[in-house]
Structures are given as structure tokens and as C-alpha cells.
């Protein structure tokens, strides 16, 4: 679903991203982590067309990234790790403003709407202005909007950022359900613990480049995530680890 292929992406002389290579199929969980400036942001906006790269290529359901970003970009949800949404607008608005964008039936919306809403409780809000919902509310409704169109490849920077224990729990779930219908996420977190109980792989980047990517038990092995993650940290090198 998603391939990313030989990826650099610079700014000036620095190598944010550096020939970074990753297979997300569908149906997969695919957890992506590194320290603060690793590149797992850029890597991110790349897969979405946000940011040009100067090296390699990304496809999404076998379509290039450069070459077809309409399409690509309709088959998607982006949600950034600070949803950037449209403040003037009610909750409604913005999900039928979503909704009208990628062509959803009214009906469809209609159900998807109420579905969703429901499950983050936040039916009640819909009908207020976006500029009066807290930081997690804004955060559910982006969720919402991300699922509006069920797309094939979600693509998350940081996305537990700002939920309560109740909506985290409520995501994973639907995430979850999303993959066990042929779907594939990509997503950054710093929750380690969420990425070791939720992810069918990880991939974990440093200064740039990948160090290692594969099923969660053959990059943990014995140990745990965190432990992994944090020996890497402080190690210096540079070379990946490819252990799929």
C-alpha cells in the first residue's frame, strides 16, 4: 500500500531523510519512531506529497507520489501532530466540508458522521465552532475527518497527542478494525508502549537514516521496544538494520 524507495530529502547541506527504504502492506499496523529532528516528520509529509524529496520515490497503491499526487491524495488521510483546521467553521461544516472534497454520499457521511462522533463523544459539540473546542476535541475531529472517505493508507504524525486515556483506548481500536479491513496505517508516536501492543511492525530512524525496520518481535526480540529504541539512542551508528 505504501513503498517508499531510496527516499533523501535535504535542506541546504543536511540530510533530513537519508535513502530510507519501507514496505507498509495492507492490513498493517506500521509504527514509525525516533528521537525529536530524527526525520520522522519529513519522512511523513513526503509519503504525502506535502514536501518534495530530491532522491527516490514513493508510491501509494502503486502510484507515484510525484507523478500522480491527485490520486494518490484521494485514497489517503493525513493527520498532522497539530490539526490545522478550519477555526470560523462548526464541527459539522468542517466534516461536510471534508466529506463534499472526496465525493462521499450524503448518506454515507451522514452514518460515518454519527458513528464517529458518537464513539469520541462529541455529537454534542458538533454544532459549536471549531475556535471553542479544546486541543483534544480538535483532535477528534480530525480523526473523524481522516475516516470520513475510508481510505486505504492513513498516515498519522503523533496522533495520541492530546487524547485522554478514553479516546487513545477508543482509537486503537479503530485503527484496528480500519487494518482488519485490508487498510494500512503509518503513523510516529513517542508512546513506545502503545507502539509495542498496537503495531504489527515498527521501523525506528536516527539523525536521518533507518536503523532498523521489521515485525515488533524480531526488532524487540527478548527485550522491549523502549530498550531497543533507547540503545539506539545513544548509539552514534549510523548503519541499517534491515530485518525484514
Same mark, same amino acid.
Given at each position: 500500500?505504501?513503498?517508499?524507495?531510496?527516499?533523501?530529502?535535504?535542506?541546504?547541506?543536511?540530510? !533530513? #531523510?537519508?535513502?530510507?527504504?519501507?514496505?507498509?502492506? $495492507?492490513?498493517? #499496523?506500521?509504527? &514509525?519512531?525516533? *528521537?525529536?529532528? !530524527?526525520?520522522?516528520?519529513?519522512? @511523513?509529509?513526503?509519503?504525502?506529497?506535502?514536501?518534495? &524529496?530530491?532522491?527516490?520515490?514513493?508510491?501509494?497503491?502503486?502510484?507515484?507520489?510525484?507523478?500522480?499526487?491527485?490520486?494518490?491524495?484521494?485514497?489517503?488521510?493525513?493527520? $498532522?501532530?497539530?490539526?490545522?483546521?478550519?477555526?470560523?467553521?462548526?464541527?459539522?461544516?468542517?466534516?461536510?466540508?471534508?466529506?463534499?472534497?472526496?465525493?462521499?454520499?450524503?448518506?454515507?457521511?451522514? =452514518?460515518?458522521?454519527? =458513528?464517529?462522533?458518537?464513539?469520541?463523544?462529541?455529537?454534542?459539540?458538533?454544532?459549536?465552532? @471549531?475556535?471553542?473546542?479544546? *486541543?483534544?476535541?480538535?483532535?477528534?475531529?480530525?480523526?473523524?475527518? !481522516?475516516?470520513? +472517505?475510508?481510505?486505504?493508507?492513513?498516515?498519522?504524525?503523533? $496522533?495520541?497527542?492530546?487524547?485522554? $486515556?478514553?479516546?487513545? +483506548? %477508543?482509537?486503537? =481500536?479503530?485503527?484496528?478494525?480500519?487494518?482488519?479491513?485490508?487498510?494500512? #496505517?503509518? &503513523?510516529?508516536? +513517542?508512546? %513506545?508502549?502503545?507502539?509495542?501492543?498496537?503495531?504489527?511492525?515498527?521501523? @525506528?530512524?536516527? *539523525?536521518?537514516?533507518?536503523?532498523?525496520?521489521? /515485525?515488533? =518481535?524480531?526488532?524487540?526480540?527478548? /527485550?522491549?521496544?523502549?530498550?531497543?529504541?533507547?540503545?539506539?539512542?545513544?548509539?552514534?551508528?549510523?548503519?541499517?538494520?534491515?530485518?525484514?
Amino acid at each position: 500500500m505504501l513503498r517508499i524507495e531510496g527516499v533523501t530529502k535535504k535542506y541546504g547541506d543536511k540530510k !533530513a #531523510i537519508d535513502n530510507i527504504s519501507l514496505h507498509i502492506h $495492507p492490513g498493517e #499496523i506500521y509504527g &514509525f519512531i525516533g *528521537h525529536n529532528g !530524527a526525520g520522522k516528520t519529513t519522512t @511523513i509529509k513526503s509519503c504525502c506529497g506535502i514536501l518534495q &524529496f530530491e532522491e527516490g520515490e514513493i508510491y501509494i497503491n502503486g502510484m507515484s507520489v510525484k507523478e500522480n499526487p491527485t490520486q494518490c491524495k484521494s485514497i489517503l488521510a493525513y493527520i $498532522p501532530d497539530n490539526p490545522d483546521l478550519y477555526e470560523f467553521m462548526t464541527g459539522t461544516q468542517y466534516l461536510n466540508f471534508v466529506a463534499d472534497i472526496f465525493k462521499v454520499d450524503v448518506n454515507e457521511r451522514k =452514518e460515518r458522521i454519527k =458513528e464517529y462522533a458518537d464513539i469520541f463523544e462529541i455529537t454534542g459539540d458538533l454544532g459549536s465552532a @471549531i475556535s471553542s473546542y479544546s *486541543h483534544g476535541m480538535k483532535q477528534k475531529l480530525a480523526l473523524i475527518s !481522516a475516516l470520513i +472517505h475510508q481510505p486505504k493508507l492513513i498516515i498519522m504524525d503523533e $496522533p495520541f497527542v492530546g487524547l485522554d $486515556p478514553k479516546a487513545a +483506548h %477508543l482509537l486503537k =481500536e479503530i485503527m484496528r478494525k480500519v487494518c482488519d479491513k485490508g487498510a494500512a #496505517i503509518f &503513523f510516529s508516536t +513517542h508512546v %513506545l508502549e502503545v507502539a509495542e501492543k498496537l503495531c504489527d511492525k515498527v521501523a @525506528i530512524i536516527n *539523525h536521518g537514516k533507518l536503523i532498523m525496520s521489521g /515485525t515488533m =518481535e524480531e526488532v524487540k526480540g527478548n /527485550t522491549s521496544l523502549e530498550d531497543v529504541f533507547l540503545e539506539i539512542a545513544q548509539d552514534k551508528t549510523t548503519g541499517q538494520q534491515e530485518v525484514v
